[in-house]
């Protein structure tokens, strides 16, 4: 079927475009990333939790069509799977930071405007990620 090849060869360069520009703007996005984490220290981040931010960073800042929450609720989404049980506090703490950083930079042009940034859940996860969120300050 032509159009399930033509979905195949969009998924394979979305996947191309995002691994890219993660790879090329790696620095730039560690930038970001120490910024908006001050108090944790680098060293004991995880890898797969640096890695899933700065490929979020490439989705918000290079797939103008892709509304924000849903970029950040599907990379928390990764984080859970791939990650800790506390990484999608973390990850989805910091990836509020950077946004509102990315937006004072004039880097995220979104075609539709996206304001709810914040992930649904229960009061535990509320308060889970307020403590950890508080970490960030």
Known sequence: DKSEEEA??????FTRNLFRNTINHSDEYEGYITKCSK????????FIDVLIIKMAMSE???CPSI???VSL???I????EF???????FVNGVLDRIITELR???KIHKTEDDDALCFESTDNDKEAYSHYHSHLE
Do not use: C, M, Q
């Not at 195949?8 to 360069?13: A, V």
């Not at 108090?39 to 995880?46: F, P």
């Not at 989404?77 to 859970?80: Q, T």
């Not at 990650?83 to 506090?89: N, V």
């Open 73 to 75: 609720n599907e990379y």
């Open 39 to 46: 108090n944790w220290d680098r060293d004991r981040l995880a």
């Open 67 to 69: 509304p924000l929450r």
């Open 77 to 80: 989404e990764l984080s859970k």
């Open 8 to 13: 195949t060869e969009n998924d394979r360069d």
């Open 83 to 89: 990650s800790t049980e506390k990484s999608r506090l």
């Open 60 to 62: 918000f800042i290079y």
């Open 104 to 106: 004072i930079d004039n």
